[in-house]
């Protein structure tokens, strides 16, 4: 099997790169000068080429090939089987793409993100806008090289397929759909019972801030041999391996909940690359299922751990212990039900988890028109805060609470925030999942022991990495196809036990 | 001149790739979580793979045979014209080394960097044993590639030859036979006149010495949209560009002297990368002539600027507004002292400018007879505290005051340290060189103007990068070869003038 072993060294090389590109890119959103963008926009590129050009080798292809009889002969859920398969899919993609066009994409996307960041902080669309006009063109000649595949019904689908391969903007279409009747007449609803302001009034500062987060993140499983924390302007994860794990987050000295929760946010994306099996290192499974997956992990400690009833019986004390007031006044009912008001806001990361995913359909309607040809650069702030509007029943005060909030499209990624709707449904399931598996969950968690709870999901979800997509996951772990009904039925529940809604609002759905 | 094109082209990848190599090397030395060392020594493994295969290229050597009559046809000073001999230079030595080789190299330095934080930290030398056993070991298969070229007359010879192009054993054995001989009765006269202790007494809190550390480089020349500074266990200067520069230092609550003079240390590193000429930006050439060159940048700022009397007028007001005593009761003819004074002392980095190439002269015979076959690592440690004691007069109490205290050998640095003393005699003579065309210099630096030095040195050494070798450099600078003499009469006179010497020690040579 000399075949499979040269599989492997390619593999090898191909996961090593990636680790690199992970630095460069958490690099440039933490440590790197200002100045320095540019020369990291060239090195995205030179590294890009250099990736491209590995999963393009016509000897790849030739050793796929050459293994395929193997492969069928062999347990099709046998890891060499499934890295096959995934370097396959991943090698049959890149060729369709010239080197050029995919270096180009790299280098443009490094670039945008410097300028979303000066346009950010100039609050000054004009800034960006030639940014993303070059973004948006890439990506119409990236739509472009699939073009005659047959395999996908929209164009919009071959950016999907990126990040959460075999979704469809058919799918995205009937989940919103689905969404939109059913949160507005709970939001409204949910709303009405809600408070106005920060989650928790009153200043945090930073100094004090720090090491609650670190006493919140060691206790879920954070450890410093090898994870860190640091600050940057949009929250985020990235590891360089599994034992390399690196967050961000943001201190605002007056909000309290952006670090607490992008903590537990971040963690969750954290704990999913650092639980990824250690066979697979340094092989092109040790990634992510798909970034549905991803987001329902962090979406699941955010929301269903973090905002839950049994977390806010043990954090409480915690909160307490590093801020005294406000909390030293408040029993865990309270808290709990502070951080589960559901308010209308009009940045996506602050948005509470009944609203959260009407800012996701908002941003795939926008998205969706701008691959479509209907929707110009020079009309999208307008058509923002159009949209913010008709689906909050908001006003937009300025850009940056605006159409520049996200780094996303400054970031070439676009057909990525979909994926956070499907990770809010997947974490739904699986909190389901687990919860029948793991009867006793609730009292470990008010006891801070996250232990059963990081098994069940190293077990079911994270050890796997991308040997299986985030269907065959789900079903794997819940029996199930994704559906929005446990969603649903999830918030209502957990509104109505907070006392935030004072009876049901929706139908159940079958 | 397609070839030309292509050069360019090929020149430009494997600078992006040394750029990122450089922020592997960064991260692996400030923000790299400790369990991420394995994954990163896979990291520079699998980039080490590229770059070598990127030099070896049989292409690149046929486009340089194609370009070599041109090149004979062209002013033989024209950046084309160097940077075709710059890649032949690197072409012919890295083909004769196998990419495994290389690859294993790069992985055992840094597996061994790991180690010898590990060692250091425990203050165990069998941590670091092995690993610098596998580095010697590599070191050797290394040197036999270079066997039958019949260019180096000492095996050692090809490891300086990658750090300072051309510098033989022969001549460093020469420098060192000089120097020990003027330096060690120079070091009893004057360090009888020194002070026992820290060069400035009282604990100076890290939060009172980052401002400070801040304006001086600010002063200097930092500048925060292109440079970084951060903590590490051994201070280093860093770029990825000349765009992004980023410096380290270490900070000592009961020793300034640390931060202050590695601060300009690494500041001197730093502007070398910052004013490279933004024409060589992206080509081979955007890099130092030699890390003597590279030395003598570092080793100006530190103690040709920075322990001379000018900066002592200027930078005294500033010490006293940052931490007041002991610098309130001082003035700056006690702080010109005080810097300057000789003390034998066991930290290389902490030595003082009149000792310094005595800790080198030790490393270059230690590390001289491990090449030689004439040391093993196991007898390191004791060759290492006997050596202190026959140069320095000094007992060494503990491993990471002795052999432990450097990263160098870690690092799969060998060779290395010579380029130390190599930099401080350039210093010497650059600076006489610099202040006989610049004669207002000192009342520019007493006035905290250092514009006029920068230029002077950006114009004469940084602009150029690597288009001239270390001896051109300096004969085109001051019109001069590399002397011990400059560097001897600097000191003595140094030495006198702030009184540390009451008496003339030596006798000037010819």
Known sequence: MNELAELHRRAREIADLNGIGGLLLWDQNTMMPPGGASARADQFEALERIQHSRLTDPQLGRILEELAPWAASEDPDSDDVRLIATLKRDHEKAVRVPTDLAAEMSSAAAHAQQAWLEARERSDFAR??????????LQQRYIACFDDTGEYAHP?????????PGLTTAEI????????????????????????????????PVERQKPFAEELLHALGYN???????????????????????????????????AFYSCLHEFGHGLYEAQMSPSHYRTTLADAAGLGTHESQSRLWENLVGRGKPFCDWVLPVMQRHFGHPFDAWNAGELYRAVNQVRLS??????????????????????????????????????????????????????HEGV?????????????????????????????GLRAELPDVDDAIAAGDFGPL??????????????????????????????????????????LDAGLLTAPVRVPRS
Request: proline share 5%; hydrophobic share 45%.
């Open 128 to 137: 960006f806008a030639p940014a993303l006009e070059r973004i948006l063109e």
């Open 156 to 164: 919009y689908d071959i950016l999907l397929d990126d990040y959460e």
């Open 173 to 204: 279409r009937d989940i919103f759909g689905v969404l939109q009747q059913e949160l507005v007449p709970l939001v409204s609803a949910a709303a009405a019972a809600g408070e106005d302001g920060r989650l928790f009034p009153g200043q945090f």
């Open 224 to 258: 410093a041999e090898h994870w860190r924390l640091d600050p940057s302007v949009h929250p985020f994860a990235r590891s360089m391996a599994h034992t390399d794990v690196r967050l961000t987050t943001r201190w605002e000295p007056d909000d309290l909940s952006m």
């Open 346 to 399: 009009l940045i996506r990361i602050e948005a509470d988890e009944t609203t959260y995913n009407l800012h996701i359909a908002l941003r795939f309607e926008l998205e969706l028109a701008m691959v479509e040809g209907r929707l110009s650069v020079a009309d999208l702030p307008d058509a923002w805060d159009e949209a913010t509007h008709r689906l909050l029943g908001l006003e937009t005060p300025s850009i």
């Open 404 to 432: 520049l909030q996200d780094i996303h499209w400054g970031a070439g990624m676009i057909g990525y925030f979909p994926t956070y709707t499907i990770g809010n449904l997947m974490a739904a399931q699986l909190w389901q």
């Open 454 to 495: 990081r098994e069940w999901l190293r077990d079911n979800i994270h050890r796997h990495g991308r040997k299986f997509d985030s269907r065959e996951l789900l079903r794997r772990a819940t029996g199930e196809d994704l559906q929005v009904e446990p969603f649903l039925v999830y918030l209502e529940d957990k509104l």
